[in-house]
């Protein structure tokens, strides 16, 4: 890279005069006889943040490069008498570059691999313990309640928010105006943005006619309107930094804030959060030459995210202008979202011009024409019918939404695509069902594409906004799934995000770089990893999903785990009996050796080579109270009390057996005593000589199992059968493996409430 694209990459804008022979001098700049090093190759200075960027150019690099460049922070400090200096080697024939960050004198070399901009040097000194999300979540509710007074109605927050953002960053100006001198400055600043853009003039109705010419703005007072372009200037538009390689969509937080109490249908949007539009594009690997579609792109999020990384891999402006002109596409159905996704990218440095308003469906020879080679998506879950091609929609009977869940979407972007990678986000549902709607789309899309991967999000990954708890599913488009081709499933559920209340999700702990890391290293080295991810062969009538396949890590089991369980089912005692009489309630071990764990040593076993595993009869609740109150045990589906709601005087099923939620997420409990039971109660019944000491110590390890199951993937006798649990084992007389019983009562009788079992 030579000087020039150094300038053109760090920015032009920042760039200091000054310059002898094209170089900076610091003898004129301080105006004296300055002796040795005096001429900096590159200088950049922005007065406002106090921020030097000095840049000194080799051929090759040589041990005495640094003195000479740290001569220039000396002078640098003398000069502006900034804290804040980045200084950089940069090597003119292979690219490399050596950095260093200088605060108050201290220097800290950085792990940089190319030049950035210059805003994002700025960035590198602000303090890391401020969480930038969260400020502008905390900044939006205040707007929001701003617009509110304002009488701004709900639906149009968002879109007039990023309009006014929008004009902001491109100089407007706006005090001492009225407000009708204000809406005309920014439909001239729109009116310029928008030139030579595919349907410019849909795009200014929708940004100017059904918002600057809404009643309710035009009625905004003068002085009310400055203010609220000044709380955005001074509390919004710092945050956005089009130069980043972050891409954040700030119009998705607006959308999220805003919106929270509209109409139900509203709130199902689900807009895709950065850090998961982030990882997604890694994944999806995005370069300069990258063409990229996004054929349900909502308000921009993914297209914001492609375009910062394919920008992040280039050198030139030409470079640059090609991908935001020629190799960004968008398509969105909603008129006011599709708004949003315009203004997204025209906030983030351009890249609207190829968005369009419609529905994919019907510019199929559009998505062609764009000759796409990465697919990012996240449609519509619930689709209604003017949503879908009317042949699709015949099919779905007295259903009004799409029963195949935004499969049929991404089968039909599939085949016009036909090449390179695609990523979509989908509902859980769509990997867990193996037959009917979600069955046959999953038939088609393995007849012409590869399934590379499926990874299991966070269940409350849309939260504040819509419910749904989704996965992504990676394709090889137009490589029909070959037998024997493995997937790789990751369970990534925990991204290290937090919800906050009336702010969303955050990483309040600074956790996501770390965690994105290790998600992107197994993806990338198809890493097996208990608890983490699994590599299987699936057919299309098969669950696709890391719960289905992936072992349990039991690394993480411990003594205390098996306490947590005993003092609970102590405690569950204590209140169906008579402490004073019948029950005496103490810590104690009833033993006093105490055995340590060593799960790297335990063995596997199927769950149907341990238990005969069946149902139990359905007793109704108002049936039992016929009955009358007694000493039998109701057992329900519920997660508290060992799962007893009350006893009756009345029995269909013997104890000393383990019972096993169905309907919700897999809880188990040990139950003693005869006892009845509701509804999605199965039963685990002994095939061998089964103790109080044993059950508590199989409950304990099967409720490391709850994490498999959800409202969408029940813990079903059938998924029971197949499962399998880790134990203490023992070798028998065939040298054959066999659960060590012995063993793990030994184990409980040497813990804490032991005693009181």
């Known amino acids: ?41 590159i200088r950049f ?78 960035d590198y000194f602000k303090p890391k313990n401020i969480n930038d999300k969260t400020a502008v979540l905390e900044n939006t509710s205040k707007l929001n309640r701003l617009l509110h007074d304002n009488g701004i109605a709900e639906k149009l927050r968002s879109q007039f928010v990023g309009t006014c953002l929008l004009a902001l960053k491109n100089g407007l100006t706006y005090k001492g105006l009225t407000t009708s001198q204000i809406i005309a400055g920014i439909k001239e600043v729109l009116g310029t943005l928008l030139e030579g853009s595919v349907d410019k003039a849909d795009k200014i109705v929708i940004l100017h006619e059904n918002i600057l010419k809404d009643q309710n703005v035009e009625k905004i007072k003068s002085e009310n309107f400055e203010k609220l372009l000044e709380y955005i200037e001074k509390n919004i538009e710092p945050y956005i930094n089009e130069a980043s390689r972050e891409g954040h969509d700030i119009l998705s937080y607006f959308f999220t804030t805003f919106n929270k109490y509209v109409a139900r249908e509203d709130k199902n949007q689900a807009f895709t959060p950065n850090h998961i539009a982030h990882f997604m594009a890694t994944v999806a690997g995005i370069y300069k030459t990258s063409r990229i ?74 998505i062609q024409q764009a000759n796409a080679d990465v697919v990012l998506m996240n449609p519509p879950y619930n689709a209604s019918k003017n949503q879908v091609p009317e042949n699709f929609a015949k099919t779905w009977g007295k259903t009004s939404t799409d029963p ?37 789309f999953k038939k088609k899309m393995l007849e012409k594409h590869t399934l590379d991967a499926v990874f299991s999000f966070p269940a409350e990954m849309f939260y504040p906004g819509a419910s749904a708890v989704a996965c992504c599913m990676v394709f090889d488009l137009g490589k029909p799934h070959k037998n024997g081709k493995e ?10 995000f937090e919800k906050r209340k009336g702010v969303g999700r955050v990483d309040v702990r600074d956790k996501w770089k770390t965690i994105e890391k290790e998600w992107l290293d197994l993806y990338e080295h ?53 402490p004073f009489k019948d029950f005496c309630f103490t810590t104690r071990p009833l033993s006093p050796n105490k055995l340590q764990l060593n799960t790297k040593v335990w063995q596997w076993f199927r769950y149907d080579k341990l238990f005969k595993i069946t149902g139990s009869k359905t007793t109704p609740k108002i049936e039992l109270e016929e009955y009358g109150t007694g000493m039998f045990p109701y057992v329900t589906t519920q997660a508290v009390n060992n799962g007893i709601e009350n006893f009756y005087d009345y029995y269909t099923e013997f104890g000393n057996v383990l019972t096993v939620d169905s309907a919700v997420l ?53 998924k029971l059968k197949i499962s399998r649990l880790k134990l203490p084992a023992t070798k028998n007389a065939q040298g054959e493996y066999e659960p060590d019983w012995q063993w793990m009562e030994d184990y409980i009788k040497g813990l804490p409430y032991s005693k009181c079992l």
């Open 1 to 41: 890279m030579q000087r020039i694209e150094m300038i053109d990459c760090v920015g032009r804008k920042h760039h200091s005069a000054n310059l002898e022979n094209g170089e900076f001098s610091y003898a004129k700049a301080l105006n004296e006889n300055i002796q040795g090093h005096k001429f900096l190759d």
């Open 45 to 122: 200075y922005d007065e406002k943040s106090k921020t030097a960027v000095l840049i000194e150019t080799k051929q090759r690099f040589k041990p005495n490069d640094k003195q000479q460049l740290f001569d220039y922070v000396a002078l640098e400090r003398r000069l502006s008498s900034t804290i804040k200096i980045v200084a950089i080697l940069a090597n003119t024939n292979d690219n490399k570059i050596k950095v260093w960050k200088i605060v108050d004198g201290k220097e800290t070399e950085l792990d940089d691999k190319k030049l950035k901009s210059f805003e994002e040097y700025i």
């Open 293 to 366: 579609l996004d054929p349900t792109c909502g308000s921009g999020t993914f297209l914001v995210q492609a375009m910062t990384q394919a920008l992040n891999d280039c050198e030139t402006d030409a470079e640059r202008n090609e991908i935001k002109k020629h190799q960004i596409y968008g398509i969105e159905f909603d008129k006011n979202v599709y708004g949003l996704s315009t203004t997204n990218m025209l906030i983030h440095g351009d890249g609207n011009s190829n968005i369009r308003c419609g529905s994919c469906f019907e510019k199929g020879d559009w």
């Open 404 to 440: 195949s869940k935004g499969l049929c979407f991404v089968e039909f972007v599939a085949g016009k695509v036909n090449r390179g990678r695609l990523l979509t986000l989908l509902p859980m549902a769509c990997a867990i069902q193996t037959d009917g709607v979600i069955g046959n």
């Open 487 to 496: 997937t790789f499933f990751g369970y990534f559920k925990d991204d290290g």
């Open 526 to 578: 198809r890493t097996t990893m208990a608890g983490k991810s699994v590599c299987r062969h699936v057919e299309a009538n098969e669950e696709w999903c890391a719960e289905a396949y992936m072992e349990t890590d039991y690394s993480t089991l411990c003594d205390d785990d098996f306490i947590r369980k005993m003092r609970d089912y102590a405690a569950f005692l204590v209140a169906c009996s008579n």
């Open 666 to 718: 897999g809880f188990c409990s040990y139950q003693k005593d005869n006892f009845s039971a509701s509804d999605h109660v199965e039963k685990l019944n002994p095939l061998f000589n089964m103790n109080k000491y044993h059950a508590l110590f199989l409950v304990t390890i099967i409720n490391m199992e709850q994490y498999r199951y959800s409202y969408g993937r029940k813990c079903s006798q059938k």
